[in-house]
């Protein structure tokens, strides 16, 4: 249903040679955004990874997320950060 374009050198994504035959194939842009601590966003990126969706170095370095509305000091407060990942994907 869904396949996904690997960039090339340059950074421009290509077809794969099956998609090429598949004129109502369509790429479009797709955003991920990771919330949470540095040990879950990694943890997630690896398994991303095993699953053969998107390279470790295709993400984002963490930066830290806009503050949560949890009040300073209440318990639950930890430091929330966020990776990105931009993927090109065919539509059908």
Do not use: C
């Not at 099956?18 to 194939?25: F, G, K, Y």
């Not at 993400?59 to 949890?70: E, F, G, L, N, V």
């Amino acid at each position: 249903m869904f396949e996904y374009l690997e960039p090339d050198a340059s950074g421009a994504s290509h077809l794969p040679p099956s998609s090429r035959s598949t004129p109502q194939a369509r790429p479009e842009r797709v955003r991920h955004m990771l919330y949470g601590s540095l040990a879950a966003i990694d943890r997630t990126i690896k398994i991303l990874h095993a699953l053969g969706y998107a390279d470790p170095n295709d993400w984002s370095d963490p930066i830290p997320a806009p503050p949560s509305r949890i009040e300073p000091g209440q318990p639950g407060e930890l430091q929330t950060w966020m990776a990105i990942l931009t993927k090109t994907v065919l539509i059908e």
